[in-house]
């Protein structure tokens, strides 16, 4: 029997490493099995205190948001100028060319920057999809000041986490994640906080129970988000949705042991990128993880965090985890990744399936 319906997963997700020159045009190559024109680009600086750059081809090129603080889109033509057709080019701007500094780019393949409108819920969006990778984008514009809104994400599918940022405002970026809260429909994290999930009823949210809000679950097309804390009538939103795919993606959650002989993490392949936040208290950040930046080689310990413009702490053991063919163990015991009895949610994407489409298990780690 089929596992998959992905087997070489670089066809929808590359991490790149590269080093600035300080110029314009620069080019950046992938390195991945299959040729990747990205529709979403993250850039982080790993060896300064630079903010993180995220592009996307529904917005276009020039057009910047940062995972680590709140201000409203940024265009800028010194920075990333072209989706190429295994890459991306970026100009001179600090946060993602300075000279002989290093970088990383995580990278997403949506549909080529090709939008439809989805009608399906209240508001109309501007989607781009692919089903084959479980992976969205939709840009909206808010129609009232107050009250619950529901909008059609086109996965076809229900989503297990929607990323959600305002434009023209300096808000946060609201996170709903599937396995945080109680229920599918509570709630909120923040990707640009350490704050841990937040339910209550005087926040921005995704479906918040409450007096402004029913708490409606995300459906397979559309899903609801609570516009009385969005104080602009009419505001342009990107929204970033996810469904997980067999053996390609996966979104879930874990219980800390407090040790070094931490959880396993049953993904369905080895991951090359994982995101880890714990949200059932204290002020933990988030945490990237990937496949590229430690050689290759366990345990992955060297991490960057999305809501903090700090440069990557490089070969840290108190974020120890081991990346194997079915997914990932927690190998440090800290408070960062694995606090005793403390609750983690994560997303993971894969390097190779567990097994192939044809029923071939990869060589295990």
């Given amino acids: 029997m089929a596992y998959t319906t992905i087997d070489d997963p670089s066809v929808y997700f590359q991490t790149t490493l590269y080093t600035g020159n300080g110029g314009a045009d620069h080019a950046i190559t992938n390195g991945g099995n299959s040729d990747l024109q990205p529709d979403w680009v993250w850039i982080k600086n790993r060896d300064a205190t630079d903010s993180h750059m995220l592009f996307d081809s529904t ?5 910047s948001l940062s995972s680590d603080a709140s201000p409203a889109e940024v265009t800028d033509g010194d920075t990333l100028d072209a989706f190429q057709s295994d890459g991306f080019r970026v100009d001179a701007d600090v946060k993602v060319n300075t000279n002989n500094e290093k970088y990383v780019a995580w990278q997403w393949l949506c549909n080529g920057g090709t939008t439809s409108s989805d009608s399906n819920g209240g508001i109309t969006s501007t989607v781009q999809v692919n089903t084959t990778a479980g992976f969205s984008i939709m840009k909206f514009d808010s129609t009232s000041a107050s009250g619950e809104a529901t909008v059609g994400h086109g996965l076809g599918a229900v989503p297990h986490v929607i990323i959600m940022k305002d434009l023209i405002q300096g808000y946060g970026w609201d996170v709903h994640h599937i396995k945080a809260g109680s229920s599918d429909a509570d709630g909120r994290l923040v990707l640009n906080s350490n704050e841990a999930w937040n339910n209550a009823s005087n926040v921005q949210a995704f479906g918040v129970a409450g007096s402004t809000s029913s708490g409606i679950a995300p459906t397979s097309t559309t899903f609801s988000f609570n ?6 009538s009419g505001d342009a939103k990107i929204v970033y949705c996810f469904t997980p795919i067999q053996g390609y993606s996966k979104f879930g ?12 993490i049953y993904t369905g392949f080895a991951p090359s990128w994982i995101l880890v936040k714990r949200i059932d208290g204290g002020t933990e950040n988030w945490f990237i993880l990937d496949n590229k930046r430690d050689d290759g080689l366990n345990p992955r310990n060297s991490y960057i965090m999305t809501n903090q413009n700090t440069a990557e702490d490089a070969n840290n053991s108190t974020v120890d985890t081991d990346f194997v063919s079915n997914g990932f163990k927690l190998r440090a015991s800290t408070g960062a990744l694995n606090t005793n009895g403390a609750t983690y949610v994560y997303m993971a994407f894969a390097e190779s399936p567990f097994v192939t489409s044809t029923g071939i298990p990869t060589t295990a780690r």
């Fill in 227 to 232: 516009q009385a804390f969005y104080s602009s």
């Fill in 253 to 264: 959650s874990y219980t800390g042991s407090g040790n070094t002989d931490g959880p396993f």
């Fill in 59 to 63: 917005r276009g090129v020039t057009k």
